[in-house]
């Protein structure tokens, strides 16, 4: 079968396209979860989540989205079936919704939280700041690694990505460049960059085929049930296949780190402040960086 990134066709199971490997069988084992991510820079870990708090979360979701006229009401609310010309948004820091109990009984439920404290061994925290996305028709999310718009504290963090909702992979699920945890040239270059310091744009490449034929690696993808996360690292290359669907794909990546290291200032407290330089003013093509740091 062939999917798109950025209208790029992918044959999966082919050179630049394939499965990712879930780790459910390492769950009780710290060490090897921890050699794993080593390995794979991700976890792909099934039913992770309480699915009742997932289908809360949705529920609560799409009332939200329909309440703003973004869904077509012709079809039952539970598909999420986009409002023709709609094409979904970003409703990160909206504390009225990311910050509301269906939402926080998802990202922050005690089953996460021991995950989280089973895997770094000692007590742990997230970010007060809930990044949360509505994915619409035909959208994508370009190739990046999430170090450079939260790398100011431990590099240690880990973000999960969580699916509210089942996502077949024609719905544009998340992908992981396999093998990218290693780009050593990548993460000195690239991977020293904050977005807000530099004002360079965030995403490395809108091309997957480009990155593997000049880096290596191979990206993996899978279709995702209710209550499956994928966790990765901070130089992670990441992206997402298009939504080919007319429904609204919903998910939410949040971040976990062990409470004593050092935490990026931008994404804690009350109110946190957030990117509040990037993207104002002039701001750097990634090309022009590119060519700079010969990546």
Not at 136 to 145: K, Q, S
Request: aromatic share 10%; charged share 25%; with cysteine.
């Amino acid at each position: 079968m062939t999917f798109t990134m950025n209208k790029i066709q992918m044959e999966l199971e082919g050179k630049y396209l394939g499965s990712l490997r879930d780790s459910n069988e390492l769950l009780s084992d710290h060490k090897a979860l921890r050699q794993r991510m080593e390995e794979d820079g991700y976890l792909l870990i099934r039913r992770l989540h309480d699915i009742q708090n997932v289908q809360a979360t949705r529920k609560f979701l799409l009332e939200k989205l329909h309440q703003n006229q973004q869904i077509d009401g012709s079809y039952p609310l539970s598909k999420g079936v986009a409002a023709d010309g709609k094409r979904g948004m970003f409703m990160g820091g909206n504390k009225s919704i990311t910050h509301h109990p269906a939402f926080l009984n998802l990202v922050e439920s005690r089953e996460i939280m021991d995950f989280y404290q089973h895997y770094f061994g000692g007590e742990v925290m997230t970010y007060d700041y809930k990044w949360l996305r509505v994915v619409g028709p035909g959208n994508f999310t370009g190739a990046h690694y999430d170090i450079v718009y939260m790398g100011r504290g431990t590099p240690n963090v880990l973000t999960c990505w969580t699916p509210i909702g089942d996502i077949p992979l024609k719905m544009g699920p998340l992908a992981i460049l396999v093998g990218s945890h290693r780009f050593e040239h990548m993460k000195e270059t690239y991977g020293q960059m904050d977005v807000d310091r530099d004002h360079v744009t965030g995403w490395f490449s809108n091309n997957p085929i480009e990155l593997v034929n000049q880096h290596g690696g191979q990206w993996q993808t899978s279709s995702f049930k209710m209550g499956d996360v994928l966790i990765f690292s901070m130089f992670t290359m990441h992206a997402s296949l298009d939504n080919m669907t007319s429904r609204f794909r919903l998910s939410t990546d949040t971040r976990y780190q062990r409470a004593d290291e050092p935490v990026d200032e931008r994404w804690v407290g009350k109110d946190p402040k957030a990117h509040y330089a990037w993207m104002k003013g002039e701001t750097i093509p990634m090309e022009k960086m590119r060519k700079q740091w010969e990546v």
